[in-house]
């Protein structure tokens, strides 16, 4: 039916991923796709031979040298399981193939030892690579948790020390106390617990807690301002007030003896402080006050101090620093094994382990018959007594049978449980009667050789042990019975089962049986039998119950083993109705069973063989190994030791029909093995005898049936047979008419027991192949000499043999089955043929040494090689064809010959054939390889190759298997073969053919001494042609075939690359390195992934050779290092540097596989993801093993192997910007304005594209302009280079760039803005900038560039790579590459260190575990970057100090958290910051002249300082804090002048930093940032010539005011502590006590704590944004004469104006900032018109900003006409968001004349297009009125509570459409948490409240 017309249009299922295909397809192809291009390999061999002096002379010898010692060939004796060899002589053998198994069970293992092959592998494989590295314990803040009762116990630690009085005191609310109000009641005062505690600086404090429980202080008084303490009866009956410096604070006490004595001790407080304050006079010093010009040095300084630790600081110097932080370092790839080992799936699995060919077992189980016993018993003398034993002999038989392959899988164990006394009824004459009766009397050398062992210890065996390869339920342990014959079975039975218990029954029945043993002891009759499963059904473990319980009678119809398996069926499904047609016997038998034990002594093989541990004489009952059988269908392993065995089943006689014998009844068969038909042959003696015969019998014997003609036989007899067959072998039953009546009448007839009936014969040889398998036989009446020779059809013409009467009228009367077990022979005769063919070909050639080839050919017989040369035609193609015929043969009977078979194939192809023969040989060796890598038996492959191969030569060609198989597998693979099943499975077994051209051709180099010729000489240059000729054959396969035939061309790719490494061993390694070449320049970009797949693994396989290193001669010409002082030859240096650091040709060509891995690294950067991540993955592992190789441990080899990856930094720095994560989507609307994630405007390039959201919501934040993240300057926007080219707006920079926590600011200085351009359009001058500027790479980027980001795992893996590479240079190297770089490289190589800090930071346990928690609970989020740092607006996130204070604590989170895992990332962390601080030292160490340029005002510094304050910004371990500190101290003695002269904003930041660390909750990192505080101060104070340090003083007031406006709690007493402890310092100075230094320090200690003091409430009232603000509020008119701290405390109360969405507010504050920085700028001269200018905006902007006041930290602002452009473009921005259009048209007539005056038409432009935009927006709103500002509420407050509040009305303004219940809903919840849910009510109606 046709489709319907409107259903052809539907897109089809899968249409989707087709459809993006297509697109992805498009995209590439129109990029500019550039191919790498291809480089010569250097000329190995010659480079090596004209170095040679200095490559050995080199004290790295062995990394430059391959070592002489690399590879052995070793002859590996044989081990065999049994004490001796199983294998006979082979002297006399005739038959190829029966030598050849021989020769491969007996001879030693081949094996080619290389010395350095564990280095050979991945970076897991090494030797001791798995050594963990021993991680030391890490401590951080963010993982310390307080505990209540520790810090119970500290605190009162503490207070037996420092707390001077204790007790409850009422403190007076401080909006009353500046009220001024006096009828204060005692429930508005608050009932406080108050210590007074003495600090480490002798000042006291009042903390003051909430009741004498709670630990956490509520404030602190600092008692260093008291001036007087006096009584104040208007506030209270008990109060007295503590007058301060700045105001005074009212206290209260429960009675007057509270309060005189809290003010006895506080007075004398003020005497302490007033002695202090006074002790040091300025008039006393005022004359010793050194002049301006006496400042020294940081250290010459504190030499002078006799303080133990400021000597300790003035001992340090750069090199003592450096020293102390190699202390304990560790490998950073070490640590980072763990998450490569987690991200990745293992690239290269370890091979599996090849072991020696062997003997296979399956499950192992010894069986041991213990008795059997019937209720018929016979009481017989023993000794002094009688006992009851058995009333006759048994012959018992123990064997497996599998019911489910319905098959025997053992061979019969016949052993012996008969008592003594009974085993001796039947006479030694009667049962050794064959055998006596066919001696000849003559030595009998058919006997197979048995060695020293004991006949009689053989004889009576009764256990053994089994073997089951495939154990399962279903298999059955049966055990057969019999008895000497003696009539019919019912009538044997009927004693049995009779249940008469009568004793005298069973001495009639044992004396009736003695007269039969006498007569017809040794013929046998069925008795009985009986099974059991040998495993539990489920369990499937071994069945351990010892007792068989029910035994069957043997029926007499049913003997076979069909017969038997049918019945053990039942016996498993439990058929009740089929088992009770079965007569059981009441009897028992038992066993035990139990697993194999190791070392079991005394045990012999199948052939008995003694088996290791055989003691002599033995000293254990002996133990048989019991042969099994496996189906044919069951695959096989190959032979590995002589086994000749023979197994006969005669299974039916059909002589019911017969006339020719009427009495033949009661039949026996008896069955011998002869080699000959002559009268006077005898029976050989290898027929394996029974228990209580000779180990080997003559002639062995079936049951006999009592009067049954056609008797059904079950008989296994186990022939060993002779080494050498001939045709004449053969078996030769016998059939006896047994007379079973014991004879009446004379003597005479007495004898006539047997009476001969029958004969037949089985020939075992016929046409070379043994006669196996079942077979119909004729019977004659007769055996005439020569019967071998008859045949009963071939009478006729020509017939030579006897006449023989034949049976039944020639009628094949006998069913025989033969097994054949047999590791010498085959039945297979194809393959027999194959080896008779071959040994046609020369049979002396084994006898030729192929050393002596050509003297051998010289003398031959010349009439033998014309005779064969005109033969050689017909027999080539007889050869082809025998070698044809060889697929039809199975694969299992390959795997059994495979030695022998592929040793044969092997030395063919070396022989005189030709191409025909040679082309089927190979299609043969791939058949049989795919054939057993089928049956999953890769492993017995891999050990041929490895142990059994050996090469030859042919004796008349010369030759060689390596190059035949090179010639004739290139032959197999050209396009001409339409073969595509024999081509692809060469394909995916090429590893095979390869591993064996490798191994000829070692065995051909060391086996002929060419191993010493250079390698130029080793082989022909044909060969070389071959092997390139291969390799372009099996690349032009993988290529064309990897879609359809994606396996085999994996394993062909695989095998290549494995083939390629081990060539550089023994070839002319360029010419080895051209090969790589070949192979690589099949490849072109914007390929498949598969085949960048097969790229890689080839790369990451031809890399892991492990002599690597050695060919990348990692040599570094020393020009390449410039010298830093002088710079001479710079034109050579250049050419150096170009060589050396870059991707050049030169590097490329002397480097070649380093050079290449990096190139293809390079460009795959530009592919997507999975590609990227191949590539990166391979170098990261290609370092890691470099890192783990203990053959360079050392420093120094460290150096040389990185020397081979300096063009991997260029790399790096290329992609530096998509190396910044992109953090993942928050829960919340708080980031909605991402771009301002840096909190630096000068990011943003054009504010008019920015999208806000119209309807704020509360929380949300607009703007932030604090910037702490960085120290750089507020550069212009010409001077901002936007990450993302070609974005179209901000909001896709931000996605693509801006969510970055490093800025991007720091390449501003060096190159051009880049805005709304895309790459195609830029001009040409650009396009020739970028293209001609020199990359750190060396190699041109293509026009089209991915900006794409790359995800956590790649950056994290490029990091670790990077960080490897700086952690191994040599210091002149980095140097001499720094000295190359631009600028802007140099600004980009240290904003990567920034993000390996970034990357490596330790997020804490508990972070740790939630991150965990998420990834299993999301899957797909595995590879989402660490969760975003959140920190202060504008500034970067800090993960120490306030860490925990800013984060909620995780109580309900499991504390379960891996703490091995935690360690490990501690101990990466500290590794990263060591690593990275050695880098940035080193370069502040050697570049001071360009960090100090313009005093330290420069980009380079900058950006240098940033790393260094990020340390301090995220947590770091305290070891680590620890080495940070101490550079600072370095830095400060090293840059002075950068701190204290040039831009503030240096030594602000660092403030800000060091006080956040004051505030740790680490000990010593509180003590070193306190000590770092103080040198400041002091290295200030000494700058300025003794005057001052009126910068550290400012900045430090202005970075706590800073701290306590982004809700950094300081007001605590580890802050105390530390302040205390600054204070110390300066009393304990001595160089320091005779100046002003001192009193500035206790100053500076002072304001600070005002400020806390001031800024106490903030805490109480931080969940009410409106009374929070209204403090700052104060806070910031306090400041009026401060620019600076006024402008912090703006800016805080815009970001919590943001943060409550009162956009408005905020856009005030910004104005408000805007107009401070204009009245600065008016004092200075440069913007005249000052806070005036903002008059029309607001008329309370001029009269707040109007009052500034010069005062000493003037001089410190550095405002400039672009700092008030930045503040007037935020005013713009945040009016804009606010939704206060019509104001920003006042704010642009601002900004315009500045861009007019900056002549920048594009900001201009820009300008009048958001003004437009603004108005546009007005006009819209006037005309739909639909702009909503606000909603505003009135609120009144009523109560005691409220204090001053009551009765008040208030107007709340709520963002945007806030209903009545939302904002009375927040006041409740807010009032409730205060005062108390039941203190609170809400009155919602309007009437009159009464007071």
């Not at 931000?1294 to 351009?1317: F, H, Y």
């Amino acid at each position: 039916m046709s489709e319907r017309k409107f259903a052809q249009g539907l897109i089809r299922p899968g249409s989707a991923a087709l459809m993006r295909e297509t697109v992805s397809q498009a995209v590439r192809e129109s990029e500019v796709m550039t191919k790498p291009k291809q480089v010569e390999p250097l000329d190995y061999e010659t480079f090596v031979l004209k170095n040679r002096n200095v490559l050995e002379g080199d004290s790295d010898r062995d990394m430059l040298v391959f070592p002489n010692d690399d590879i052995q060939l070793k002859k590996m004796p044989r081990r065999f399981r049994t004490t001796k060899s199983t294998v006979p002589p082979s002297d006399n053998v005739s038959g190829l193939f029966v030598r050849e198994c021989l020769k491969s069970y007996s001879s030693n293992w081949s094996v080619l030892h290389w010395k350095y092959e564990p280095y050979s592998g991945s970076y897991a494989q090494l030797p001791r690579s798995d050594i963990p590295e021993e991680l030391i314990p890490q401590v951080y803040e963010v993982d310390i948790e307080h505990d209540a009762k520790e810090d119970e116990s500290a605190l009162k630690r503490t207070m037996s020390r420092t707390v001077t009085k204790a007790g409850y005191l009422y403190l007076t609310p401080d909006r009353q106390q500046e009220s001024g109000r006096i009828n204060i009641s005692v429930k508005s005062m608050k009932k406080r617990f108050f210590y007074l505690k003495q600090q480490v600086d002798t000042s006291y404090v009042l903390e003051y807690h909430k009741d004498d429980k709670k630990l956490e202080a509520k404030g602190i008084i600092y008692l260093d301002s008291l001036v007087d303490v006096v009584k104040n009866p208007k506030r209270g009956k008990f109060a007295f007030e503590l007058r301060m410096q700045e105001r005074a604070l009212t206290l209260s006490a429960d009675s007057e003896q509270d309060a005189d004595s809290w003010m006895t001790i506080l007075r004398r407080v003020l005497e302490v402080e007033r002695r202090v304050s006074t002790a040091v006079s300025y008039s006393s010093f005022e004359e010793n006050i050194p002049s301006a010009g006496r400042s020294e040095s940081l250290h010459e300084s504190l030499r002078q101090s006799r303080n133990p630790e400021l000597q300790k600081y003035a001992c340090e110097t750069e090199r003592s620093i450096r020293e102390a932080r190699q202390e304990g370092r560790q490998r950073l790839y070490k640590l980072y094994r763990h998450e490569m080992q987690k991200n990745e799936r293992l690239e290269d699995e370890e091979e599996p382990k090849v072991d020696f060919y062997g003997e296979r077992f399956g499950m192992r189980l010894l069986i041991k018959c213990e008795d059997l016993t019937f209720r018929l018993l016979v009481s017989l003398p023993h000794g002094d007594k009688h006992t009851v034993c058995q009333v006759e002999p048994y012959f018992t038989t123990l064997a497996l049978y599998d019911i489910r392959e319905e098959c025997k899988i053992s061979e019969d164990f016949h052993f012996d449980i008969n008592d003594p006394r009974v085993r001796d009824m039947i006479p030694k004459d009667i049962q050794m009667a064959p055998e006596m009766l066919n001696a000849n009397g003559k030595m009998d050398r058919s006997q197979p050789d048995i060695g020293s062992l004991d006949e009689e210890w053989l004889q009576f065996r009764n256990q053994a042990l089994f073997s089951v390869m495939r154990p399962h339920p279903e298999i059955y342990l049966v055990v057969r019975i019999e008895k000497v014959l003696h009539g019919s079975l019912t009538q044997s039975m009927e004693p049995y089962v009779n249940k008469n218990n009568d004793t005298r029954l069973g001495l009639k029945v044992h004396r009736q049986m003695s007269g039969v043993c006498q007569r017809l002891g040794h013929y046998r009759m069925p008795l009985a039998w009986a099974a059991r499963p040998l495993l539990k059904p489920f369990t499937q473990e071994i069945d351990t119950y010892s007792e068989f319980t029910t035994i069957y009678r043997q029926d007499q119809a049913t003997l076979t083993d069909a017969d038997l398996i049918k019945y053990l069926g039942y016996l498993k499904q439990k058929r009740v109705d089929k088992l009770s047609k079965l007569q059981s016997i009441p009897g028992s038998i038992q066993l035990t069973i139990e697993p194999l034990t190791p070392n079991l002594p005394n045990c012999l093989t199948p052939s008995l063989v003694p088996v290791r541990p055989f003691p002599e004489p033995p000293t254990n009952p002996v133990t048989y190994e019991v042969q099994e059988f496996l189906p044919e269908s069951t695959s096989s392993y190959p032979y590995t030791s002589y086994m000749n065995n023979l197994y006969v089943y005669p299974l039916h006689l059909k002589y019911d029909t017969q006339k020719s014998f009427t009495k033949a009844r009661n039949i026996a068969c008896v069955i011998e093995f002869r080699d000959s038909d002559s009268p006077d042959a005898t029976p050989l003696k290898c027929i394996y005898g029974r228990p209580g015969m000779p180990a080997f019998v003559r002639t062995a014997s079936a049951a006999v049936l009592h009067h049954c003609t056609a008797p059904p036989m079950y008989e296994e007899v186990k022939v060993a047979l002779p080494l050498q067959l001939h045709e004449r072998h053969h078996i030769l039953f016998r059939f006896y008419h047994v007379s079973c009546e014991s004879p009446k009448a004379s003597i005479k007839k007495r004898e006539n027991v047997e009476t001969a009936v029958g004969y037949a014969w089985i020939p075992i040889v016929k046409n070379g192949v043994v006669t196996v398998d079942e077979q119909n036989i004729f019977v004659a009446q007769d055996l005439p000499p020569g019967y071998l020779t008859s045949d009963p059809q071939g009478f006729g013409k020509g017939y030579a043999g006897p006449i023989i009467k034949w049976i039944d009228n020639t009628k094949a009367l006998l069913r025989v089955y033969l097994r054949l077990v047999s590791t010498v022979y085959t039945k297979d005769v194809h393959l027999q043929k194959f080896f008779a063919h071959c040994e046609k070909m020369d049979p002396a050639a084994e006898a030729i040494d192929n050393s002596e080839t050509c003297n051998v050919l010289k003398k031959a017989d010349l009439k033998t090689l014309v005779d064969r040369a005109v033969n050689t035609g017909e027999f080539q193609r007889q050869l082809a064809n025998c070698v044809k015929v060889l697929h039809a043969v199975e694969i299992g009977t390959f795997t059994k010959f495979l030695l022998p078979v592929l040793n044969q194939l092997f030395r063919l192809l070396a022989m005189d054939v030709n191409e025909d023969v040679a082309q089927n040989v190979i299609r043969l060796l791939i058949h049989v390889v795919h054939g057993i890598h089928a049956t999953g038996k890769a492993d017995i492959l891999h050990a041929y190759v490895k142990y059994v191969f050996i090469t030859t030569t042919g004796s008349i060609t010369g030759k060689t298997i390596h190059e035949e198989l090179a010639r004739n597998l290139t032959v197999a693979l050209r396009p001409a073969n339409a073969d595509l099943i024999l081509i692809n499975n060469l394909l995916g077994h090429s590893a095979f053919f390869f591993d064996i051209i490798i191994k000829s051709m070692a065995q051909h180099l060391m086996g002929s001494d060419r191993m010493k010729l250079p390698r130029t000489e080793r082989f022909p240059t044909d060969f070389q042609f071959r092997v390139q000729t291969l390799v372009q054959a099996i690349v032009q396969h993988i290529i064309s075939k990897y879609k359809e035939n994606g396996t085999e061309t994996h394993s062909a790719n695989v095998g290549l690359a494995n083939f390629i490494k081990r060539c550089f061993t023994f070839m002319d390694r360029n010419f080895v390195l051209k090969l790589v070449n070949l192979y690589m320049e099949k490849f072109s970009p914007g390929g498949s992934k598969v085949l960048y797949e097969y790229k890689f693994e080839f790369l990451r396989i031809v890399c892991a050779y492990e002599h690597y290193v050695a060919l990348n001669l990692p040599m570094v010409r020393p020009n390449a290092i410039r010298n830093i002082k002088a710079d001479t030859e710079a034109v050579d240096s250049e050419k150096e540097f170009y060589h050396e650091f870059t991707l050049s040709d030169d590097f490329r060509k002397h480097h070649f596989l380093s050079g290449l891995l990096l190139v293809e690294l390079k460009y795959a950067m530009r592919e997507y993801r999975d590609t990227r991540k191949l590539a990166i993955g391979v170098l990261r592992n290609q370092l890691a093993k470099h890192a783990f190789d203990d053959r360079y441990a050392s420093r120094r080899q460290q150096s040389k192997v990185v020397s081979l990856y300096l063009p991997f930094l260029g790399i790096v720095l290329e992609n530096v910007n998509r190396l910044i994560l992109q953090q993942p989507p928050q829960m919340t609307s708080s980031h909605s304005s991402a771009i301002f994630a840096n909190g630096d405007v000068s990011s943003v390039v054009d504010l008019s594209h920015i999208s806000m959201p119209s309807t704020p919501q509360r929380g949300s934040m607009v703007l932030d302009p604090m910037n702490r993240s960085s120290t750089l300057p507020n550069l212009g926007k010409e001077q901002v280079l936007l990450s993302h080219v070609g974005a179209g707006s901000l909001s896709n920079m931000t996605n693509a760039s801006s969510l970055s926590n490093v800025s991007d600011r720091s390449s501003a200085s060096s190159t051009s803005t880049l805005q709304e351009k895309d790459v195609g359009e830029m001009g040409d001058s650009l396009k020739n900038q970028i293209n001609h500027q020199r990359s750190p790479s060396g190699v041109q980027l293509s026009q089209v560039i991915r900006y794409d980001k790359l995800n956590r795992d790649e950056v994290r893996d490029l990091l670790i790579c990077f960080l490897y590479i700086l952690e191994n240079i040599s210091a002149e190297l980095l140097l001499g590459w720094w000295q190359n770089c631009t600028e802007t490289e140099l600004l980009n190589f240290f904003k990567l260190l920034e993000l390996c800090l970034e990357n490596f930071r330790y997020p804490g346990k508990k972070s740790l575990f939630m991150r965990q928690a998420f990834v299993e609970n999301n899957p797909q989020q595995r590879a989402l970057t660490l969760p975003s740092r959140k920190g202060p607006p504008g500034g970067p996130i800090r993960a120490i100090s306030t860490y925990t204070e800013r984060t909620t604590v995780l109580t309900s989170i499991s504390e379960d958290v891996d703490s091995h895992t935690a360690l490990l990332m501690a101990n990466v962390s500290s590794e990263v910051g060591l690593i990275i601080l050695d880098t940035v030292t080193l370069f502040t160490s050697n570049f001071k002249a360009q960090l100090q340029l313009n005093n330290g005002d420069n980009t380079l510094m900058y950006r240098l300082y940033d790393i260094h304050l990020h340390y301090l910004q995220t947590g770091q371990s305290e070891t680590l804090t620890r080495h940070v500190f101490a550079t600072f101290r370095c830095f400060i003695n090293s840059y002075p002048e950068a701190l204290f002269e040039g831009s503030a904003q240096l030594c602000g930041s660092l403030i800000y930093e060091v006080l956040r660390s004051c505030n740790s909750k680490l000990q010593n990192s509180r003590a070193d940032a306190c000590a770092l505080l103080y040198l400041l101060m002091r290295s200030n104070f000494e700058y300025t010539g003794r005057k001052n340090f009126t910068r550290v003083h400012l900045q430090t007031i202005i970075s706590v005011s800073q701290l306590l406006g982004e809700e950094v709690p300081l007001n605590n007493a580890r802050f105390q502590e530390s302040l205390s402890n600054i204070n110390n310092y300066a009393n304990h100075d001595k160089a320091q006590q005779l100046t002003p230094f001192p009193g500035e320090v206790k100053d500076l200690t002072k304001r600070i704590r005002t400020v806390l003091m001031a800024t106490a409430q903030m805490k109480e009232h931080e969940s009410d944004p409106e009374m929070l603000v209204d403090l700052q509020y104060s806070l910031a008119n306090s400041y009026a004469s401060t620019p600076e701290l006024r402008r912090t405390w703006l800016e805080n109360m815009a970001r919590i104006h943001c943060k409550n969405g009162n956009l408005s507010e905020a856009a005030q504050c910004y104005v408000h900032v805007a107009a401070l920085v204009a009245e600065y700028l008016k004092r200075k001269e440069i913007f005249l018109d000052g806070c005036s200018a903002f008059r029309s905006i607001s008329p309370n902007i001029e009269l707040d900003e109007s009052n500034m006041k010069e005062d000493a930290g003037m001089d410190d602002i550095q405002y400039t006409e672009d700092t008030l452009l930045e503040k007037l473009e935020m005013c713009a921005y945040g009016l804009d968001q606010a939704e206060r259009w019509e104001m920003m048209g006042q704010v642009y007539r601002l900004i315009i004349p500045l861009y007019e005056k900056q002549r920048n038409f594009q900001a201009l432009a820009d300008a009048y297009q958001r003004l437009h935009v603004a108005y546009s927006k007005v006009v819209d709103v006037m005309r739909r009125g639909m702009r909503l500002l606000g909603t505003y509420f009135k609120v009144v407050f009523y109560g005691q509570y409220f204090e001053l509040d009551d009765g008040k009305e208030f107007i709340y303004k709520e963002p945007k459409v806030t209903s009545l219940s939302e904002i009375s809903e927040r006041l409740r919840n807010l009032y409730s948490e205060k005062y108390g849910q039941d203190t609170v009510k809400l009155i919602q109606d309007s009437n009159d409240v009464s007071t």
